[in-house]
């Protein structure tokens, strides 16, 4: 996974801390997100910069990001398209349309990614370190 260009330095990011203030709909407007509040329910819509999912029990529907990273437990996460995916957070299931990398360091993820193309390439570049985990082509 490659390090933040200065423009994704610069980047604005909205943070949501707390369930009972999150929104259900959330337009990224090319802005990074941070989800670390417990079992969020919100779909992210447009097109976003950076996600990390760090609350566990979420769910988070997603149209497209640079890059995501999935660290809490226990999250469904439904993605139309990234760049980047990572999924580092116990027990995750990941659903991803079009990706062009995967890395998933987390025992017991699960990742199913798209029976199309990837953003750039017919395969995604997959890279598995963690135990019991589940990578495959729908």
Known sequence: IEQPSQ????????RMTNPANAPSTLD??????????????????????RVR??????IVKIEHAE?????????????ESAESLEVSGTESIVNIGRVD??????PEAKVY???????????PKIKISGPDVTVNRR
Not at 101 to 106: D, G, N, Q, S
Not at 113 to 123: C, K, P
């Open 7 to 14: 423009k994704q330095k610069d980047r604005e990011m909205i």
């Open 28 to 49: 990224c407007d090319d802005k990074d997100i941070e989800l670390i509040a417990p079992s969020l329910n919100v779909s992210l819509i447009g097109r976003c910069g």
């Open 53 to 58: 999912v760090g609350g566990p029990n979420s």
């Open 67 to 79: 890059y995501v990273r999935v660290s809490g437990p226990d999250s469904s996460i439904n993605i």
């Open 101 to 106: 990398h995967i890395r998933v360091p987390a």
């Open 113 to 123: 990614y798209g029976g199309t193309l990837t953003i750039n390439s017919n395969t």
